[in-house]
């Protein structure tokens, strides 16, 4: 019988038959080795079902993530403290200390891949899947960049360094001009490059970009014909293209007009009226609905602090020398707000509304978050406007090394995405973004992309796309839009309406 089995057995069972029988002549501790064996082994094999089985599952949690997570939500700004407290996100964060940080993580991502500055279209949303366009949502928008293609020369992108008010200060520091295309005034790079504003190419992108993100109105950067900023050429001949390139994707533009030199209630008065005479017919041209049903321009007025209260009352009071009001050119006068004693000098100066304009938390008081509510009830009382500004970060560090103190850390989003929570907290007319392209001051929501040349290592958007900020305005505008209409109701800014 022993035999018969034997030898129908497979080879396995004779080996485990073989096996048994010489394991009953082995001692005690070699049995004890061979059962530990196989229990290791069984051990193993279950082990390695069970991590099968993890992983399996996690990757089906992973493929029935909804297709609108393509960057990711931040913790829901709603679960955050009260806006109203103070909230510098920059508080417990030492500007100096995240900028090496940015700048090392961005040197060990380039170490390991090769940068290409090209144009990318791929994430950009269809028309279809967008939402309206937003006309309570302005961007600030400059047109000061050149390159020798079309400028003969490079503008802004060359920007020089900026010495400190304190020669004691200035002397820690390097001199000198930037050194385009490598070399650019930012410590950020365009996806476009070192582009020109008069590139016909650029101004339709930028006009797409805007439009991706619904934001309704830009808010150009304008200067009097033949006049400049220090470090720029005059500009007002771009107007016309900006005009028609924002009207092919509904887009509106109002003006914001720049200090320029000797700006006073008299040549204010003449150059409020050539810009209405020169573009207010075009079907572009910016107007906002007041309560009385007038469709009025909307002019951004930045550094009106440094002009005299009565010299604007001259132009903005109906009573006043030079007053446009009740005429032709009547128009929405929007001072800005940086100390908090500049109040009643707008009140004084007859202006019909408040903007913030600086992305710095903290910088100033009107900049900063926690004093919007009380700035809200202020226009409140005396019928006036309130239009914050809100930004994705700052660093001026290429211009201004000197200013670490006032970089502002974007935080992947987060910083700009605190910034709209408080705007939309309280209630305002209307919601301005600094900016679109204020690319020296580390602003711009435009597309940058990642870039190493030499010694400098710019920051970029990493880990998320180039279009983040565009897709963070697109989200954080429909939120608007919707939350504005409901609030709106109770208050007399019902009757006031962009006209479209």
């Not at 009385?292 to 009573?319: C, E, H, R, V």
């Amino acid at each position: 019988m022993w035999k018969y089995l034997k030898k129908n057995k497979t080879r396995e069972d004779n080996v485990n038959y073989m096996t048994s029988e010489k394991a009953k002549h082995l001692p005690f501790w070699s049995l004890k080795d061979d059962i530990m064996a196989k229990f290791r082994r069984r051990t193993c094999f279950i082990l390695s079902l069970f991590i099968l089985f993890i992983f399996s599952l996690m990757m089906g949690l992973k493929m029935l993530r909804p297709n609108k997570a393509a960057f990711g939500d931040p913790f829901e700004l709603e679960l955050l403290p009260e806006i109203r407290q103070r909230t510098h996100l920059t508080k417990g964060f030492d500007s100096q200390k995240s900028d090496k940080i940015s700048s090392k993580t961005n040197i060990k991502n380039l170490k390991t891949e090769e940068i290409t500055v090209k144009a990318s279209v791929a994430s950009e949303a269809h028309p279809e899947q967008l939402p309206p366009l937003n006309y309570y949502l302005h961007v600030f928008y400059y047109s000061w960049y050149g390159n020798p293609q079309f400028d003969g020369k490079y503008i802004h992108w060359d920007h020089p360094v900026l010495s400190h008010w304190d020669p004691r200060i200035t002397k820690k520091y390097p001199k000198g001009k930037h050194n385009p295309p490598d070399d650019i005034g930012s410590r950020f790079y365009p996806e476009l490059g070192s582009y020109s504003s008069r590139d016909p190419s650029v101004i339709e992108t930028h006009m797409k970009q805007m439009y991706s993100a619904s934001i309704g109105v830009l808010a150009l950067s304008w200067y009097p014909p033949d006049l400049n900023d220090e470090n720029g050429e005059p500009t007002d001949n771009l107007v016309p293209t900006i005009l028609d390139k924002a009207h092919k994707y509904n887009l509106k533009v109002t003006f914001h007009i720049e200090p320029y030199k000797n700006r006073d209630d008299k040549n204010m008065y003449k150059n409020v009226k050539y810009i209405i005479d020169k573009y207010g017919n075009h079907p572009a041209f910016y107007r906002y609905k007041t309560k009385n049903g007038n469709a009025l321009p909307m002019f951004y007025i930045y550094d009106s602090y440094i002009t005299a209260s009565q010299k604007w009352a001259n132009l903005l009071t109906s009573s006043g020398s030079q007053s446009i009001r009740n005429s032709p050119y009547d128009a929405l006068f929007i001072a800005l707000l940086v100390d908090k004693k500049h109040r009643y000098g707008i009140l004084r100066g007859g202006f019909d509304g408040i903007y913030t304009y600086f992305a710095t938390n903290g910088f100033t008081y009107g900049s900063s978050y926690e004093n919007w509510a009380k700035i809200k009830y202020f226009c409140d009382q005396f019928d006036l406007m309130f239009i914050p500004s809100v930004g994705p970060g700052y660093i001026d560090t290429s211009i201004r090394p000197w200013n670490s103190h006032n970089t502002r850390n974007r935080i992947n989003g987060k910083y700009y995405e605190t910034a709209l929570s408080a705007a939309l907290q309280a209630h305002p007319s209307i919601i301005s973004i600094t900016s679109f392209n204020e690319w020296h001051e580390g602003t711009q929501i435009e597309r940058a992309v990642p870039k190493r040349t030499g010694n400098i290592v710019y920051l970029d958007y990493r880990p998320h796309k180039p279009s983040l900020y565009l897709e963070l305005t697109r989200k954080w505008s429909e939120k608007y839009r919707k939350e504005r209409a409901i609030y709106a109701l109770g208050h007399q800014e019902l009757s006031r309406q962009p006209v479209s």
